[in-house]
């Protein structure tokens, strides 16, 4: 049996197609069923339905042989245990650091103030400040983190941005560019090992199936 781990909503929707292309049919949709495995057309292979974050740790401790993760939930999982050996180029967003409309971030940073700096994404926030010199005290959340700065909680976000339609909406622009980020797909490197013949047929299938832009 091969167990890939999925999470609802955009990933869902985007990995399908390549699954298809690997001859992986869903036979129940996670939206609108609530089971947490769904069979496929395959009897050999099953889907499970995570939290995005939640991805790679199934995959590391072997509960799910593959899976599709963004690259910011790797960034901050770390990546131990799992061979990632495919971009594959959906889910596409950046990630951002934005403040409200009239914060002047480039005199903040370059004065050496001390930024106050709201995230999910605690570690990949620690490196990029670190990286450019400039200290900050990170404050954790788990989400709608678009508020922060609207609230005296924070001076800045560090979040992922595609259209930007949020950060208009709420009186903020993005400042500094992070990352690039797009879900990967990520395999046990025990699974991978012990059942390559299987494994590997369908990590070609992927590669094929991905789209270039
Ligand atoms: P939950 O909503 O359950 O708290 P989540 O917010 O991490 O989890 P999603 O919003 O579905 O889940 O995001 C899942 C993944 O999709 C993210 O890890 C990221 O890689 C990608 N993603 C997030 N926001 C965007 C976006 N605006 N455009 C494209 N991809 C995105
Ligand atoms: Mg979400």
Redesign the pocket.
């Given at each position: 049996m091969i167990t890939i781990a999925l999470?609802?909503?955009?990933?869902f929707e985007e990995t399908l197609p390549l699954l298809e292309a690997a001859g992986i049919q869903a036979l129940e949709d996670p939206e609108s069923s609530r089971k947490l495995i769904l069979a496929t057309n395959r009897a050999d292979v099953r889907l499970i339905i995570v939290?995005?974050?939640d991805v790679p740790t199934y995959v590391q401790y072997g509960a799910a042989d593959m899976g599709v993760?963004?690259?910011?939930?790797l960034d901050e999982h770390g990546g131990a245990g799992l061979y990632q050996p495919l971009d594959l180029n959906i889910?596409?967003?950046r990630m951002m650091v934005a403040v409200p409309n009239g914060f002047d971030y480039a005199s903040a940073v370059k004065q050496g103030a001390r930024l106050r700096i709201a995230t999910?994404y605690v570690q990949t926030a620690r490196e990029h400040f670190a990286e450019k010199g400039v200290h900050v005290d990170l404050i954790k959340l788990?989400?709608s983190m678009e508020l922060a700065p609207l609230v005296g909680l924070a001076d800045a976000i560090v979040d992922?941005?595609?259209?930007g339609g949020t950060l208009k909406a709420n009186n903020l622009q993005a400042v500094e560019h992070i990352a690039d980020?797009?879900?990967r797909l990520v395999v046990s490197q025990a699974a991978l090992k012990l059942k390559h013949a299987t494994i590997q047929p369908m990590l070609d299938a992927f590669a094929q199936a991905i789209r270039q832009e």
């Open positions: 999470s609802k909503g955009r990933i939290r995005a974050s993760a963004g690259k910011d939930v889910a596409k967003c999910k788990y989400g992922l941005v595609s259209s980020i797009s879900s």
